[in-house]
C-alpha cells in the first residue's frame, strides 16, 4: 500500500470509528471528546507502527518522542480536529493523518466524517478546485475569529464564513465552499500538516503569514499561523496581512 494509499485508508477508518463512538450514545458531549480523540489516536498510532514501524511519528495525542527529528519520514496525526464540533456532533470536525518528508508537506489525507456519507480528500488525487465567485469568502473560527483574518476580509470586502476545525477550514477552499483561509490564533504542526499537503496538490498556496514555508518536524511544534488559498489571491492577500502587521 503506497504511503497515500495508508493515508486515506486511515484517516477514512478513524473517521468511521469516530462516528460508532459518537453514535454509541454512551458518552456526554463533554466526555464524548476525550473518548472519540483516546479511541481514535489509538488506532492510527497502532496503525502506523505496524506497518510504517520505521518512520517518525507525531500525534496531538502521544508523548512526543524525540526520535522522530532524526527521520526524514514523519507522520504526523491529529485524531480529531475540532473536538468541540465532533461532540456537539456537527459536520465541521476532521481527522488528520499526514507524513512529512524533510520538513515539508507531501502526503495528507483529511477525512470528513460528519459529511453527508464521508469524505476523504487526499494529495494524491486532487480534483478540480471550483473558480472564485466575485465576493470572495473567508472561513474564520466559529467561536473566536482572528483579528487579522477579520481586518483582511474587511479590506477585501470578503464574507466571513464560521466553521469548525482547521482541516474543514481547508478543505472548505477545496470543495468550493469558501476561497480563503486564515489564521493567527496558534495552532500547532498537526492542525495544518495532512490539510497543507492537501492543500498543496490541489494547486493551492499555503504558507505562513508573512509568506514563508510551513516547515514541519521541528523540535518546537507550535506552527501558530498560516495561509491557504488560490494562488491567484495570495499576493494581494500577503501584503494586506503586512500592511495590518505595520499599522
Same mark, same amino acid.
Given at each position: 500500500m503506497s504511503d497515500a494509499d495508508l493515508a486515506a485508508h486511515l484517516a477514512e477508518v478513524a473517521g468511521r470509528i469516530l462516528v460508532d463512538v459518537r453514535d454509541s450514545g454512551i458518552f456526554s458531549p463533554k466526555a464524548l471528546g476525550k473518548a472519540g480523540d483516546q479511541t481514535a489516536n489509538q488506532f492510527l498510532c497502532h496503525a502506523l507502527r505496524e506497518v510504517r514501524g520505521e518512520d517518525g511519528l507525531l500525534s496531538e495525542e502521544e508523548k512526543?518522542?524525540?526520535d522522530r527529528l532524526a527521520k526524514s519520514r514523519v507522520w504526523i496525526v491529529d485524531p480529531v480536529d475540532g473536538t468541540r464540533e465532533y461532540g456537539e456532533a456537527r459536520a465541521d470536525w476532521a481527522v488528520h493523518v499526514g507524513m512529512a518528508i524533510d520538513g515539508e508537506a507531501v502526503v495528507g489525507a483529511v477525512a470528513l466524517p460528519g459529511l453527508d456519507g464521508g469524505t476523504v480528500l487526499r494529495s494524491d488525487q486532487p480534483r478540480e478546485v471550483? #473558480?472564485?465567485p466575485e465576493k470572495l469568502r473567508?472561513?474564520?473560527s466559529r467561536t473566536r475569529p482572528a483579528a487579522e483574518a477579520v481586518a483582511?476580509?474587511?479590506a477585501l470586502d470578503a464574507e466571513l464564513v464560521p466553521m469548525g476545525s482547521a482541516g474543514a477550514k481547508a478543505m472548505a477552499v477545496i470543495l468550493g465552499q469558501a476561497d480563503i483561509y486564515l489564521h493567527?490564533?496558534?495552532q500547532y504542526e498537526w492542525d495544518s500538516m495532512a490539510p497543507a499537503a492537501v492543500a498543496l496538490a490541489h494547486g493551492l498556496h499555503c504558507s505562513r503569514i508573512d509568506g514563508s514555508p510551513l516547515v514541519y518536524n521541528q523540535s518546537d511544534v507550535?506552527? #501558530?499561523d498560516l495561509l491557504i488559498c488560490r494562488k491567484e489571491?495570495?499576493?494581494?492577500?500577503l501584503s494586506l496581512i503586512a500592511e495590518q502587521a505595520a499599522a
Amino acid at each position: 500500500m503506497s504511503d497515500a494509499d495508508l493515508a486515506a485508508h486511515l484517516a477514512e477508518v478513524a473517521g468511521r470509528i469516530l462516528v460508532d463512538v459518537r453514535d454509541s450514545g454512551i458518552f456526554s458531549p463533554k466526555a464524548l471528546g476525550k473518548a472519540g480523540d483516546q479511541t481514535a489516536n489509538q488506532f492510527l498510532c497502532h496503525a502506523l507502527r505496524e506497518v510504517r514501524g520505521e518512520d517518525g511519528l507525531l500525534s496531538e495525542e502521544e508523548k512526543d518522542n524525540a526520535d522522530r527529528l532524526a527521520k526524514s519520514r514523519v507522520w504526523i496525526v491529529d485524531p480529531v480536529d475540532g473536538t468541540r464540533e465532533y461532540g456537539e456532533a456537527r459536520a465541521d470536525w476532521a481527522v488528520h493523518v499526514g507524513m512529512a518528508i524533510d520538513g515539508e508537506a507531501v502526503v495528507g489525507a483529511v477525512a470528513l466524517p460528519g459529511l453527508d456519507g464521508g469524505t476523504v480528500l487526499r494529495s494524491d488525487q486532487p480534483r478540480e478546485v471550483p #473558480p472564485a465567485p466575485e465576493k470572495l469568502r473567508m472561513v474564520v473560527s466559529r467561536t473566536r475569529p482572528a483579528a487579522e483574518a477579520v481586518a483582511v476580509a474587511q479590506a477585501l470586502d470578503a464574507e466571513l464564513v464560521p466553521m469548525g476545525s482547521a482541516g474543514a477550514k481547508a478543505m472548505a477552499v477545496i470543495l468550493g465552499q469558501a476561497d480563503i483561509y486564515l489564521h493567527s490564533g496558534g495552532q500547532y504542526e498537526w492542525d495544518s500538516m495532512a490539510p497543507a499537503a492537501v492543500a498543496l496538490a490541489h494547486g493551492l498556496h499555503c504558507s505562513r503569514i508573512d509568506g514563508s514555508p510551513l516547515v514541519y518536524n521541528q523540535s518546537d511544534v507550535y506552527l #501558530p499561523d498560516l495561509l491557504i488559498c488560490r494562488k491567484e489571491h495570495a499576493a494581494s492577500i500577503l501584503s494586506l496581512i503586512a500592511e495590518q502587521a505595520a499599522a
